[in-house]
């Protein structure tokens, strides 16, 4: 990767870097990701987490989501 997976920039090469090791399960044949040394601390600080926003859309498709399936289950197990 030419980019830093954290801020997404180029790792250009006046730039601190540093190697974060991943799990070999989930990036295969790779020994770690390289990003920058101000994006790693910043992301060891927690300023990387932001939380995802949960709105009321999400909250209402959820709830139909669930009322189908119940509805369904009923259904099937009546026939």
Do not use: Q
């Given at each position: 990767m030419n980019f830093c997976p954290l801020c997404h920039r180029d790792l250009g090469t006046g730039t601190a870097r540093a190697l974060v090791p991943v799990s070999p399960v989930v990036y295969p044949g790779v020994e770690g990701l390289e990003v920058h040394g101000d994006c790693l601390a910043a992301a060891r600080r927690g300023e990387f987490d932001v939380p995802l926003p949960?709105?009321?859309?999400?909250?209402?498709?959820?709830?139909?989501?669930?009322?189908?399936?119940?509805?369904?289950?009923?259904?099937?197990?009546l026939f």
């Open positions: 949960r709105g009321p859309v999400s909250t209402l498709v959820a709830t139909v989501a669930v009322l189908l399936l119940v509805t369904i289950t009923i259904i099937v197990a």
